[in-house]
């Protein structure tokens, strides 16, 4: 009798793993070093620095709905790719130039890459003709000069070097700005005091062009509930005049790399309850343009939505923040409130800012819960030296375990947070495996006590 409880108990237990292992392998299993080889790879010079309307960006945005038609994702619109109209600077072909002519007729002639470079503000003009006699301003580390509707800034920063490269704004009051090393600089204001003219010529123009958000949809059973949309920018800013590749692999291969391996994870659960939108977003660098461009052109579909924005996904920093609107300080959110619980029961720290610095704020602004989630390290990015050398992996590994376990809870059935436990799978495999260990006791006894 004893014999046959223990062989029903036994199929039942094998029969229970068995079916939790088929479970575990029909679904895709999140991997953070897998990220890191997506995040060495959208920041290599294949992909040129993703400038958005550059080639590097059409190529990266083509990459991502490679991943989209291999999954079979529902479109949002129409297509995959939605494309919009932007401004971008591009290589003109002019040799960049900065001379300084004294008044006595003097001249220096500084050296590119070395004493001046182009910030990446704007280029309403690449050439002109300065002097003290235009409208001016300085103070100790900048030179403002108004010349007609012209605004051109020279300055230095404190690092005293030329590697940061700053977004680009068209709207920008700036017709293009240079940065100077301090030497250079000081040489600079010293002769337009006393009469001197600085001839400039740099080697961007502006020129028209498209960009591409990427976007689409794993549909949910009812139309009714509102979405999760999970977004993260692609862009970042090309390969300077001197060749050097500003890849970003933090910012943001990071958030992208991240965001594609949540969507493989993702697509091989079972048909959530509502939809989980993935918008992959262009021209972030540019004046968060792709996450206006969403947030306008599929306005009913994201009605009463809840957003979250990854940007910098593994820098090795103390907390992962959560940053949200400025604009948000005094409204309650209850995605942050959410998402806060779910990092403390995870011993997870978290820290809370306030800042328009990523694709947040037009979600914040259509009235959506909207924030960023980041690891907030600013030390490298929009620089050369922004590469995956820096990314921690512990970092990608909290970020994920606190959005995958909010989409769990706000997006599935509890049996399907049931069934897909992981924890569950290791009890019935251990369940069989002391099973067998108190059959083998057993026939090992009746052994003994047989001799």
Request: glycine letters at 6%.
């Amino acid at each position: 009798m004893k014999e046959k409880r223990y062989k029903i108990i036994m199929s039942i237990s094998v029969i229970i793993f068995l079916f939790f292992t088929l479970i575990q392998c029909s679904i895709h299993h999140f991997n953070s070093r897998d990220i890191l080889n997506e995040i060495s790879y959208l920041s290599s010079s294949e992909f040129e620095g993703r400038l958005c309307g550059s080639p590097g960006g059409k190529k990266t945005s083509d990459y991502i709905e490679e991943v989209f038609k291999t999954l079979n994702l529902t479109p949002l619109g129409e297509n995959y790719k939605n494309t919009f109209n932007i401004i971008t600077p591009t290589v003109n072909g002019d040799t960049p130039n900065l001379e300084l002519e004294d008044s006595k007729g003097k001249k220096t002639k500084f050296k590119y890459g070395d004493d001046f470079k182009e910030d990446f503000l704007n280029f309403k003009k690449s050439k002109a003709t300065v002097s003290y006699k235009d409208t001016h301003k300085s103070n100790k580390d900048s030179i403002v000069i108004k010349q007609g509707e012209d605004i051109f800034l020279f300055y230095f920063n404190q690092e005293n070097n030329l590697d940061f490269r700053s977004s680009f704004i068209q709207y920008s009051k700036i017709s293009f700005a240079v940065c100077l090393s301090e030497e250079a600089f000081k040489t600079i204001s010293k002769s337009l005091e006393k009469g001197g003219k600085l001839d400039i010529t740099l080697p961007y123009s502006l020129k028209n062009s498209y960009a591409s958000n990427v976007s689409g949809v794993i549909k949910g059973k009812s139309d009714d509930l509102p979405p999760l949309v999970l977004t993260a920018h692609f862009d970042h800013l090309g390969v300077d005049y001197l060749g050097n590749n500003y890849g970003g692999a933090l910012d943001n291969a990071s958030g992208t790399a991240f965001l594609l391996e949540i969507l493989r994870v993702l697509n091989s659960y079972p048909t959530p309850n509502r939809d989980i939108i993935f918008a992959f977003l262009d021209g972030e660098e540019f004046g968060f343009l792709g996450s206006y461009e969403l947030s306008k052109t599929y306005k009913d579909k994201l009605k009463g939505a809840t957003i979250i924005n990854f940007d910098m996904i593994g820098a090795d920093t103390e907390n992962t923040t959560l940053m949200r609107s400025l604009k948000a300080k005094d409204k309650f959110s209850n995605l942050e409130k959410s998402l806060v619980k779910i990092a403390e029961s995870k011993d997870i720290s978290t820290n809370i800012t306030f800042e328009d610095s990523s694709d947040h704020v037009p979600f914040f602004e259509s009235g959506l819960d909207s924030l960023t989630l980041t690891n907030d390290d600013t030390s490298k990015i929009h620089t050369p030296f922004d590469t995956i050398d820096n990314i921690y992996e512990p970092s990608i590994d909290d970020a994920y375990n606190i959005v995958f376990k909010y989409t769990l809870e706000n997006c599935y059935l509890n049996i399907t947070r049931l069934l897909y436990n992981e924890t569950l799978h290791i009890a019935s495999f251990l369940i069989c495996l002391l099973l067998v260990g108190y059959n083998i006791q057993v026939k090992i006894r009746e052994s003994k006590n047989n001799r």
